[in-house]
C-alpha cells in the first residue's frame, strides 16, 4: 500500500494519519464535530496542509452522504440556505488563502483558529437571540472562510443554532444539510483552484476507511457513554492536537 502514496511518506506517517483520522472520525461520529479540529492540525504537519485539507474533505464528503435525506426532511432549509448564501462567499476567500500563503504561516494560522474555536466550545456560550437573516448569512460566511482555510467552520454554525430558539431536531438537521452543501462549495472552489490532487484521492483512499471506523464506533458510543465526559475527551484531543502539530516542534518531534 505504500508504494500507491505517491508523496513521500514513511510507514510510520501513514500510520499516525490512520490513527488520527480514526480519532477524528470518532469525534464526528459521537458529536457531529471536531473532526476536522483534530485531523487538520496532526495531519499538515506530516502533509502540509495544502494535501492535508484537501483529504479530508474527500473523505467526509464520500463517508457522509446517507445522513443527507433526514436531514432534508428536517431541517429549516430557509435558514439553512441564508447560511449556504453566506458560505458561498467566505469558502473562495478561505481557499484563496489556502493555495496563496506559506505552508508553515497555514500551519500557524490552522492552530490558532483551532485554539480560538475550542475555546468557544469549551466556553458553552451560545446564541441565544433568533436568527435572522443577517447574522445568519454573517456567519456562514465566517463559516466558510473557515472551511475554504482549513474545513474547520463548524464551531461557529455549532454555537449559532445550538443556541436558536428551534428544535434540537431541526438544529441537528440543520448542521448536516449546511455542511452538506459548504462541502459541495469547497470541492467547487478546490477543484478550481487546483489543489484537489490525484495525491489527496489516493491518501484519501488509504485513510478513508479509518475515518469510516471512528464515524460508526462514535455513533455506536454516542447511545451508550456519557456525552459529557466524551465531550470533555473530544476537547482534550483536540487540545493536544493543536499542541502537536505546532510548527516550533518540527526539529523535536518530526
Known amino acids: ?22 480519532v477524528a472520525g470518532c469525534a464526528r461520529g459521537f458529536s457531529g464535530f471536531g473532526g476536522a479540529l483534530i485531523f ?10 495544502k494535501l492535508a ?14 445522513l443527507i435525506p433526514k436531514a432534508w426532511r428536517n431541517a429549516d432549509r430557509a ?39 475550542l475555546a468557544l466550545l469549551m466556553s458553552g456560550w451560545r446564541y441565544h437571540g433568533r436568527p435572522h437573516a443577517g447574522l445568519t448569512g454573517s456567519v456562514g460566511l465566517l ?20 443556541g436558536a430558539a428551534i428544535s434540537p431536531q431541526t438544529v441537528r438537521a440543520n448542521i448536516v444539510l449546511y455542511f452538506a452543501i459548504s462541502s459541495v462549495l469547497s470541492v467547487a472552489a478546490y ?16 485513510i478513508g476507511p479509518s475515518f469510516g471506523f471512528g464515524l460508526f464506533a462514535g455513533a455506536r458510543l454516542f447511545s451508550r457513554a456519557n456525552e459529557a465526559v466524551f465531550r470533555r475527551t ?7 492536537a493543536a499542541i502537536i502539530s505546532l510548527p516550533i516542534l518540527d526539529g523535536v518531534l518530526r
Open 40 to 49: 487538520v492540525p496532526i495531519a499538515s504537519s506530516i502533509i502540509g496542509p
Open 143 to 162: 463559516s466558510g472562510l473557515f472551511s475554504g482555510a482549513a474545513q474547520v467552520g463548524g464551531p461557529p454554525v455549532v454555537a449559532y443554532w445550538l
Open 79 to 117: 435558514n439553512v440556505g441564508v447560511m449556504a448564501a453566506g458560505a458561498a462567499l467566505g469558502v473562495p476567500v478561505g481557499t484563496y488563502l489556502l493555495t496563496h500563503v506559506d505552508g508553515i504561516v497555514i500551519r500557524w494560522a490552522i492552530v490558532g483558529i483551532v485554539v480560538a474555536l
Open 234 to 240: 473530544c476537547y482534550s484531543l483536540i487540545a493536544a
Open 191 to 206: 477543484l478550481t483552484a487546483g489543489i484537489i490532487t490525484p495525491e489527496s484521492v489516493t491518501l484519501s483512499m488509504i
Open 53 to 66: 485539507v484537501p483529504l479530508l474533505l474527500i473523505v467526509d464528503l464520500v463517508l457522509t452522504p446517507a
Open 1 to 22: 500500500m505504500h508504494e500507491l502514496v505517491p508523496v513521500n511518506l514513511s510507514a510510520g506517517s501513514l500510520a499516525v494519519l490512520a490513527v488520527t483520522a480514526l
